[in-house]
């Protein structure tokens, strides 16, 4: 199963979620692979921040900068 939203895909794999950020066409190319990774790194630090403070969110299994993706719990 597969939803695309203006920012990410997210996909079920099994008892895997992975979210794939999109890239803007209209971005400078060096930015947006700039904002991308920012975005991905902080989204990870922020899940497992929560996680550690007792917050019920998906654990963070993988991130992968080259291709834009970070996997999650189910």
């Known amino acids: 199963m597969q939803f695309i939203g203006a920012e990410a895909v997210v996909s079920f ?3 895997v979620v992975e979210k794939k950020r999109l890239s803007k066409s209209y971005r ?3 930015l947006d692979k700039s904002l ?3 975005r991905l790194k902080r989204e990870k630090k922020f899940l497992e921040k929560s996680l550690s403070l007792g ?3 998906p ?3 993988s991130l992968n900068e080259k291709e834009n993706t970070i ?3 189910r």
């Open 55 to 57: 917050i019920c969110v």
């Open 59 to 61: 654990k963070v299994l």
């Open 13 to 15: 794999k099994g008892k």
């Open 71 to 73: 996997e999650l719990e």
């Open 36 to 38: 991308i990774s920012l």
């Open 28 to 30: 400078n190319p060096v």
